[in-house]
């Protein structure tokens, strides 16, 4: 009676939560422990793939640290004791799954944009080691256009020191096609030289997503230049441990975007792989959790 008490109460507590969220992930191969830094859903990009609808106000319109930091905290008491894995959520979840992978950095837009970036990054790694999870990775998903400023590059390092590793965007290699996707007045050089300044530093993970635009995959063309952005990054310095090749595999926010067949997007991750060098690993449209 008292254990189902504790399920039923941790699992109201997931559901309320404003910042912190369990997701089984299909990129980190088990449970990732979502961490959302915009919940004002702003975002220097606006993704035409991307799930978030920005034509709507959220209700929530900063993150309220000490809220965020407790939230964590029980999010991976609940974690450590696999206590999530008895609620309704998941229940299901196959064996092979039921570990804790990462606490994703990540949510409703950019979150290097988030002010004090350096300041939470360094608590929430604290907390993670009196978790005594040294084992669970830190990971940033992220734009890579806040990298040059000195406040994120501190949270860069605090990353670097406990488990943590980025995976960036990289969904073009043509500044036109770059706009088109991520629709921003940030210019593409800026992604390219941030992207290289981080890797210089450490080995960086690519994400690569790729999909249908009205029913057109992206020319040979622009999947050509995208390796020539890989080189140039490996030429410079900088080292790419993973490119992460993918499509659509949720429904996005614009109705004019749908997934590449599985065929399109081994056919990348191979050009990626023979022209670069490059570990690749794909991920499709239909394989999603």
């Given at each position: 009676m008292t254990t189902h008490r504790l399920h039923t109460q941790h699992q109201r507590t997931f559901e309320g939560n404003r910042f912190v969220y369990p997701v089984l992930?299909?990129?980190?191969?088990?449970?990732?422990?979502?961490?959302?830094?915009?919940?004002?859903?702003?975002?220097?990009f606006d993704c035409i793939y991307c799930q978030v609808?920005?034509?709507?106000?959220s209700e929530v319109r900063f993150v309220e640290s000490e809220r965020y930091f407790s939230e964590l905290e029980e999010m991976l008491d609940l974690c450590a004791s696999g206590e999530i894995f008895q609620t309704a959520k998941f229940s299901e979840t196959p064996q092979h799954l039921r570990r804790v992978n990462d606490i994703a950095f990540s949510g409703d837009g950019e979150p290097t944009t988030y002010k004090n970036f350096d300041e939470l990054i360094a608590r929430s790694?604290?907390?993670?080691?009196?978790h005594r999870l040294d084992d669970v990775k830190m990971v940033l998903i992220t734009n890579a256009t806040m990298f040059h400023r000195e406040h994120v590059q501190r949270g860069l390092a605090t990353l670097d020191a406990n488990q943590g590793e980025i995976w960036a965007k990289l969904d073009a290699g043509t500044e036109k096609y770059y706009r088109t996707i991520e629709r921003t007045k940030i210019p593409f050089q800026r992604v390219l030289d941030n992207l290289l300044l981080a890797a210089k530093v450490r080995p960086i993970v690519i994400q690569s997503m790729f999909l249908k635009l009205l029913g057109q995959s992206p020319s040979a063309e622009e999947i050509s230049a995208f390796c020539d952005r890989l080189t140039?990054?490996?030429?410079?310095?900088?080292?790419i441990k993973l490119v992460q090749v993918y499509?659509?595999?949720r429904k996005p926010a614009e109705s004019i975007v749908?997934?590449?067949e599985d065929r399109e997007v081994d056919a990348i991750a191979e050009q990626v792989r023979e022209r670069t060098g490059l570990a690749a690993e794909v991920y499709y449209g239909s394989s999603d959790y």
């Amino acid at each position: 009676m008292t254990t189902h008490r504790l399920h039923t109460q941790h699992q109201r507590t997931f559901e309320g939560n404003r910042f912190v969220y369990p997701v089984l992930s299909r990129r980190s191969k088990g449970l990732s422990i979502g961490v959302n830094l915009n919940p004002d859903k702003i975002c220097n990009f606006d993704c035409i793939y991307c799930q978030v609808d920005r034509r709507t106000e959220s209700e929530v319109r900063f993150v309220e640290s000490e809220r965020y930091f407790s939230e964590l905290e029980e999010m991976l008491d609940l974690c450590a004791s696999g206590e999530i894995f008895q609620t309704a959520k998941f229940s299901e979840t196959p064996q092979h799954l039921r570990r804790v992978n990462d606490i994703a950095f990540s949510g409703d837009g950019e979150p290097t944009t988030y002010k004090n970036f350096d300041e939470l990054i360094a608590r929430s790694a604290e907390i993670k080691r009196r978790h005594r999870l040294d084992d669970v990775k830190m990971v940033l998903i992220t734009n890579a256009t806040m990298f040059h400023r000195e406040h994120v590059q501190r949270g860069l390092a605090t990353l670097d020191a406990n488990q943590g590793e980025i995976w960036a965007k990289l969904d073009a290699g043509t500044e036109k096609y770059y706009r088109t996707i991520e629709r921003t007045k940030i210019p593409f050089q800026r992604v390219l030289d941030n992207l290289l300044l981080a890797a210089k530093v450490r080995p960086i993970v690519i994400q690569s997503m790729f999909l249908k635009l009205l029913g057109q995959s992206p020319s040979a063309e622009e999947i050509s230049a995208f390796c020539d952005r890989l080189t140039e990054i490996v030429d410079g310095g900088g080292e790419i441990k993973l490119v992460q090749v993918y499509t659509v595999a949720r429904k996005p926010a614009e109705s004019i975007v749908s997934p590449l067949e599985d065929r399109e997007v081994d056919a990348i991750a191979e050009q990626v792989r023979e022209r670069t060098g490059l570990a690749a690993e794909v991920y499709y449209g239909s394989s999603d959790y």
